[in-house]
């Protein structure tokens, strides 16, 4: 009997090194949108504090629970879960969507980081105004990205997973233009 | 939430089955088509046509923050997560059995059936939903499936006498059917322009009822959606061509109407199209001169009902 391969969202098309700086991609296991229900924010939070170790992000945020389980802040009363397969018990507060394969998720590293993004998002993502842990919902290029602080040096950005190819694209042009001014 | 967002009724829907549905905007005019799947007690997956599927997650988000913020329902778009494929023909259900691991009959999936399947291992989605006439299924699997899913699909149907068909074969397909695309509905007609008003519910509340009711919207002397076939020397018909009663000088002032959509049909043997004609559904069986300035084609064609091709829709049915 045939079988199906599956390919993530950067196959052949990551990693990728220009200068002092890295892009990989992080193909996490899982990613649920957690929205939830009128008045269940806290419930759910609980929830999750009880199943994977961190509460729902705040605005801007995101949270860190046990092993690879993160929650990063996805617009309006809406978190996403990368990492685990959401616990059942989460249905009760909020709708769960699984968006696993919906998204192209990349980490971008290195000293310059930020100057890279600084060419291709029209918001401050220098650490003064998004420190460590912070996540916002933006725009690279016109394309919709969710763009995550992990480290000071060290990126997250999402995009549809549709986006992919232009994403990496014009995240490589603008480390080469980087690493071009020296 | 779903009966104030589509002019006809979703609440009667049951669980595992699928409705085609009409949306309308706060004008009257119709704004979107598409289907609705219930796959549980209270989770629903929408379709919205490419071109406003933006629009229509707008309009959800505003009805749920602005106009009831008290209902308790969350939309959210999940078009990226799944790779879906429409599987039509008559040996649509013999292609989809040599992969799921759980054969389907007409008994078990019937037209408008909808749920989850196992195809090689993999969990997904079958719809059986039709926008070609034929008897169709839409099957979806995790997007990372995508590529491998549709390879061994085509390699399946090619082993079938079928093979992969694109955008204008498809287009062909649903203008033969009369069903339409935003080639029609395109921001100036009503569903009685369309010819479908019984979608319109008398018995709840949507969105742009009111405004549909206004004169100028369910006028009879209003342009309807009509089929044209060619009647005269020139058999070409071509989508933005006007149309003229024969006796009338080509001059503005006489326009009768327009073309949305043409093709060639190899089913009847010549152009067919769609378009809308004052009063068109008066007037089947007439003549009526297509002027086409911009081509360099003026031909007669014969107003004919919308759908070409089995009206009964028995082959979408198997």
């Known amino acids: 009997m045939a079988e199906l391969l599956a390919k993530t969202a950067c196959a052949g098309l990551l990693p990728l090194t220009v200068g002092g700086l890295s892009l990989s991609e992080s193909a996490p296991a899982a990613l649920t949108t957690l929205a939830p229900y009128r008045g269940q924010e806290q419930a759910l939070s609980k929830a999750l504090m009880a199943a994977h170790g961190l509460g729902f992000p705040a605005i801007h945020a995101s949270t860190q629970g046990k092993k690879d389980a993160r929650a990063i802040w ?13 616990d059942s018990r989460l249905a009760q507060h909020a709708a769960l969507s699984d968006q696993s394969q919906g998204w ?7 000293v310059g980081a930020a100057e890279v993004l600084a060419r291709l998002c029209p918001v401050d993502l220098r650490a003064a105004a998004f420190p460590v842990g912070a996540s916002l919902r ?44 020296g | 939430m779903l009966d104030f967002v589509y002019s006809n009724t979703f609440s009667t829907l049951k669980q595992g089955r699928v409705r085609y549905g009409l949306m309308l905007r706060e004008d009257g ?58 599987v039509a023909g008559p040996k649509s259900r013999e292609l989809l059995n040599g992969l799921l691991d759980q054969p389907i009959d007409g008994d078990s999936w019937p037209f408008i059936a909808c749920g989850e399947v196992s195809v090689l291992g993999v969990k997904g989605r079958l719809f059986r939903i039709s926008f070609s006439g034929e008897e169709a299924y839409e099957l979806a699997l995790p997007a990372c499936y995508g590529d491998s899913l549709f390879r061994s699909l085509l390699a399946r149907a090619e082993g079938l006498g079928g093979g992969a068909y694109g955008m204008e074969a498809l287009n062909v397909l649903r203008i033969e059917k009369g069903f339409i695309t935003h080639a029609e509905i395109n921001g100036t007609v009503t569903a009685h322009d369309l010819g479908m008003a019984g979608m319109l519910s008398k018995k709840k509340a949507f969105i742009g009822q009111a405004m549909a009711a206004r004169p100028g919207l369910v006028d009879p002397e ?15 018909l071509s989508a933005g061509a006007h149309l003229f009663s024969p006796e009338d000088p080509v001059e503005r002032i006489f326009d009768q109407g327009y073309v949305t959509s043409a093709g060639f049909s190899p089913l009847m043997g010549h152009m067919i199209a769609l378009g809308f004609l004052k009063q068109g559904v008066n007037r089947i069986g007439d003549e009526i001169r297509l002027v086409d300035h911009m081509r360099g084609i003026d031909t007669l064609c014969e107003v004919v009902e919308p759908v070409f091709f089995d009206p009964e829709g028995e082959r979408t049915r198997g």
């Not at chain 1, 996805?74 to 959401?86: C, H, N, S, T, V």
């Not at chain 2, 209003?222 to 070409?236: C, F, N, S, T």
């Open chain 1, 74 to 86: 996805f617009g309006r009363d809406l978190a996403l879960l990368i990492g685990p397969e959401p």
């Open chain 1, 104 to 110: 192209a998720v990349v980490e971008l590293a290195g």
């Open chain 1, 138 to 181: 933006t725009e690279a290029k016109h394309m919709m990205v969710s763009i995550s602080r992990l480290g000071e040096d060290r990126f997250q950005i999402m995009v549809f997973r549709s986006m992919a190819r232009t994403l990496i694209h014009d995240l490589k042009t603008a480390m080469e233009a980087g690493a071009a001014r």
């Open chain 2, 29 to 86: 005019f119709v704004m979107d088509d598409g289907t609705t799947a219930r796959l549980g007690p209270n989770h629903y997956v929408m379709t919205t046509t490419t071109a406003a599927a933006g629009e229509v997650m707008a309009h959800l988000e505003f009805i749920l923050q602005v106009l009831h913020p008290e209902w308790d329902a969350r939309a959210i778009s999940v078009t990226e997560h799944w790779a879906q494929f429409a």
């Open chain 2, 222 to 236: 209003r342009m309807q959606m009509v089929g044209l076939k060619p009647i005269g020397a020139v058999k070409e």
